[in-house]
């Protein structure tokens, strides 16, 4: 198993925010239930995300133009969760890493 940090809809418990518009399980609202599907916080040594990752996370989101940085905060809650080797796979295919 692998550790990530990922954002669940704080509306919509058990909902997360999508990883973006390509995501075939996504909703209207932008999310999807299907967690290899969600925005991740990933390390790339695939060691265990701490805060100082969730930090600069944020901070390199704040800076996107065109992006609501204060409506994300407020919507989305981070949690960890557990990937699986299978869901891992998904993520680095659709990722190009």
Same mark, same amino acid.
């Given at each position: 198993?692998? #550790?990530?940090?990922?954002?669940?809809?704080?509306?919509?418990?058990?909902?997360? +925010? /999508? %990883?973006? $518009?390509?995501?075939?399980?996504?909703?209207?609202?932008?999310?999807?239930?299907?967690?290899?599907?969600?925005?991740?916080?990933?390390?790339?040594?695939? #060691?265990?995300?701490?805060?100082?990752?969730?930090?600069?996370?944020?901070?390199? +989101? /704040? %800076?996107? $133009?065109?992006?609501?940085?204060?409506?994300?905060?407020?919507?989305?809650?981070?949690?960890?969760?557990?990937?699986?080797?299978?869901?891992?796979?998904?993520?680095?295919?659709?990722?190009?890493?």
């Amino acid at each position: 198993m692998f #550790k990530a940090i990922a954002f669940e809809s704080t509306e919509h418990k058990g909902k997360y +925010i /999508s %990883d973006g $518009p390509d995501v075939p399980t996504m909703d209207a609202n932008g999310l999807t239930d299907v967690l290899e599907e969600s925005l991740l916080v990933i390390r790339i040594d695939l #060691k265990d995300p701490v805060k100082r990752d969730l930090s600069d996370f944020y901070e390199f +989101i /704040s %800076d996107v $133009p065109l992006f609501n940085y204060e409506s994300f905060r407020k919507n989305a809650k981070p949690i960890d969760v557990k990937l699986t080797k299978k869901q891992l796979k998904v993520i680095i295919t659709r990722n190009e890493w």
